[in-house]
Nanobody, 125 residues
Framework: QVQLVESGGGSVQAGGSLRLSCAASGYTTNTYCMGWFRQAPGKEREGVAIRESGGVINYADSVRGRFTASKDNAKNTLYLQMNSLKPEDTAMYYC???????????????????WGQGTQVTVSS
């Protein structure tokens, strides 16, 4: 069973930075699609950054240029470096994964079978 455990959330002022981590375990294949979603109160869950099995990373327009996703294969951990944070980035951030190749639309939450428990990010103005 795939397990995803997020960490690294917190509270920062606008313009600050945070780095989220997602430690993965239980993969039965080397081919999987993995990424980050977020959900603000009263809003739908939205994709932030998705890493395809070949290593290509796709970003939502709202975070491109400010957020960077990366993966440490030795630790089987996915990171999300968030810079120039804005109050509108405030949300619960979730790590998600599916076995096999990514399927489109990439940022559709229903495409992902496995989810972490989430980590809260709060950005104050």
């Amino acid at each position: 069973q795939v397990q995803l455990v997020e960490s690294g959330g917190g509270s920062v002022q606008a313009g600050g930075s945070l780095r989220l981590s997602c430690a993965a375990s239980g993969y039965t294949t080397n081919t999987y699609c993995m990424g980050w979603f977020r959900q603000a109160p009263g809003k739908e869950r939205e994709g932030v950054a998705i890493r395809e099995s070949g290593g290509v990373i796709n970003y939502a327009d709202s975070v491109r240029g400010r957020f960077t996703a990366s993966k440490d294969n030795a630790k089987n951990t996915l990171y999300l470096q968030m810079n120039s944070l804005k109050p509108e980035d405030t949300a619960m951030y979730y790590c998600a994964a599916k076995l096999g190749f990514c399927s489109w639309p990439l940022f559709e939450p229903a495409k992902y079978n496995y989810w972490g428990q989430g980590t809260q990010v709060t950005v104050s103005s």
